[in-house]
């Protein structure tokens, strides 16, 4: 599948606007202490800062593009990469939805060398009230290898301005290239909460996996992680 990155995406999304004033456009900003994609640290467990920009018109399509840096422990801040995402989404009764995407994404790891993952996603899934359930498949993921990922998340608001929330997957590998140390089939889960203020909020997640995985490729990661982390909306 042929690599696109951050600026294709902007200029779908400006043609998206064009035709109508009433796309919805929103932009944010995040700050968090470790940037873990289904259990695994992209960032060795330092810090993160990001902006994004995202989409959607009365259609139903939609597209964003998150810019990350990272705050290194050796070489200070640094471009960490970027997420770039397009997709369609329909409503097939009043609480239930069904969405289909691409994603791009660009990972930078620095540690005694720089190390440069790129993979694209297609998805597809369901949403009803506060559950979603996607699912992921990657010709090339991260280990260079074809993957399937299942994706079940969900939320509660149990008071004003709190929100409990929780995520459990699966990834399996489709292939045996590109697995390191028997990592073929890996599961993750993010159970938080965050404190909603105006138009911010904090939060507090436990990351967890099994087995513990490994990345960049023959490194082997913590399998647990609490993760800190604050948002800003424009």
């Known amino acids: 599948m042929r690599r696109w990155g951050p600026a294709?995406?902007?200029?779908?999304?400006?043609?998206?606007?064009?035709?109508?004033?009433?796309?919805?456009?929103?932009?944010?900003?995040?700050?968090?202490?470790?940037?873990?994609?289904?259990?695994?640290?992209?960032?060795?467990?330092?810090?993160?800062?990001?902006?994004?920009?995202?989409?959607?018109?009365?259609?139903?399509?939609?597209?964003?593009?998150?810019?990350?840096?990272?705050?290194?422990?050796?070489?200070?801040?640094?471009?960490?990469?970027?997420?770039?995402?397009?997709?369609?989404?329909?409503?097939?009764?009043?609480?239930?939805?069904?969405?289909?995407?691409?994603?791009?994404?660009?990972?930078?790891?620095?540690?005694?060398?720089?190390?440069?993952?790129?993979?694209?996603e297609l998805r597809t899934g369901v949403s009803l009230k506060n559950v979603a359930a996607h699912i992921y498949y990657s010709p090339r993921y991260l280990n260079d290898a074809p993957t399937l990922y299942v994706d079940l998340a969900g939320a509660l608001h149990p008071v004003r301005n709190w929100r409990l929330f929780g995520h459990l997957g699966l990834l399996t590998g489709l292939s045996e290239v590109g697995h390191y140390e028997g990592e073929r089939v890996r599961l993750d889960l993010r159970a938080g909460i965050a404190r909603e203020f105006g138009r911010g909020e904090i939060r507090a997640e436990w990351i967890a996996a099994t087995p513990a995985p490994y990345f960049p490729p023959y490194t082997r990661q913590h399998r647990n992680a609490l993760v800190l982390g604050a948002t800003y909306f424009f």
């Not at 900003?29 to 470790?34: H, L, R, T």
């Not at 994004?52 to 471009?79: C, E, M, Q, W, Y």
């Not at 994603?103 to 694209?120: G, I, W």
């Open 8 to 120: 294709a995406v902007l200029l779908l999304l400006s043609a998206f606007v064009a035709p109508t004033a009433r796309a919805q456009v929103a932009f944010s900003a995040a700050i968090e202490s470790d940037d873990r994609l289904r259990g695994v640290s992209l960032t060795d467990g330092q810090p993160i800062a990001s902006v994004s920009v995202s989409l959607d018109r009365p259609s139903g399509f939609f597209g964003g593009v998150t810019a990350k840096a990272v705050a290194t422990s050796h070489s200070g801040l640094r471009p960490e990469g970027y997420v770039a995402y397009l997709g369609y989404a329909r409503t097939l009764a009043p609480s239930l939805s069904w969405d289909l995407g691409v994603t791009n994404s660009e990972v930078l790891v620095y540690r005694e060398r720089r190390y440069t993952a790129n993979y694209t």
